[in-house]
T-cell receptor
């Protein structure tokens, strides 16, 4: 079955280190998104992509970057991890082209110490 | 951009009672309104959605209503059960952003047995 997977599921890192969270989907969806989830803030969009080589900033993109070299993957990089980036991160994908369901990965819990 | 507000932030009901969660949106161009359920430690999953050409949609014990004039939409859960306990997120998606979702801050629903 097609799915979307994130790795790692849990990560502890130190302040200042570069961290990359992986997201892989097998639906061949054009659209991919990264959100962070914090108590009281719901799901906030970090970056998104509408296809290969396309990336766009979301509402909370400072300190994060993404790249889209193929359809299946959208890795999220924290350039220099900060304690404020401790959060649960969700990747999602959707087929695009109009109103359609977004499918979420299992989430990655990142702790920056 | 779109702004989605969701109320209440927490809701506690007795098993068998009904629960209503309300969302408002700011962009009159938004035309797709999904609702996601997130159980503790799990990923958000779509439970129902509605498009702007429809005023109401039902799926067993769940219904969503949309008032385009007032720019608000609501989730109704009847005959609540303990397994309905979760965090519920509403979202709005305008057509010009290819499935970019703007999420509400979430409602934690607790169904007491």
């Amino acid at each position: 079955d097609a799915e979307i997977t994130q790795s790692p599921r849990h990560k502890i890192t130190e302040t200042g280190r570069q961290v990359t969270l992986a997201c892989h989907q097998t639906w061949n969806h054009n659209n991919m998104f990264w959100y962070r989830q914090d108590l009281g803030h719901g799901l906030r969009l970090i970056h998104y992509s509408y296809g290969v080589q396309d990336t766009n900033k979301g509402e909370v993109s400072d300190g994060y970057s993404v790249s889209r070299s193929n359809t299946e993957d959208l890795p999220l990089t924290l350039e220099s991890a900060a304690s404020s980036q401790t959060s649960v991160y969700f990747c999602a994908s959707s087929p695009g082209g109009g109103a359609a369901e977004a499918f979420f990965g299992q989430g990655t819990r990142l702790t920056v110490v | 951009g779109e702004n989605v507000e969701q109320h209440p932030s927490t809701l506690s009901v007795q098993e068998g009672d009904s629960a209503v969660i309300k969302c408002t949106y700011s962009d009159s161009a938004s035309n797709y309104f999904p609702w996601y359920k997130q159980e503790l430690g799990k990923r958000p999953q779509l439970i129902i959605d509605i498009r702007s050409n429809v005023g109401e949609k039902k799926d067993q014990r769940i219904a969503v209503t949309l008032n385009k004039t007032a720019k608000h939409f609501s989730l109704h859960i009847t005959e609540t059960q303990p397994e309905d306990s979760a965090v519920y997120f509403c979202a709005a998606s305008p057509p010009y952003n290819f499935n970019k979702f703007y999420f509400g801050s979430g409602t934690k629903l607790n169904v007491k047995p």
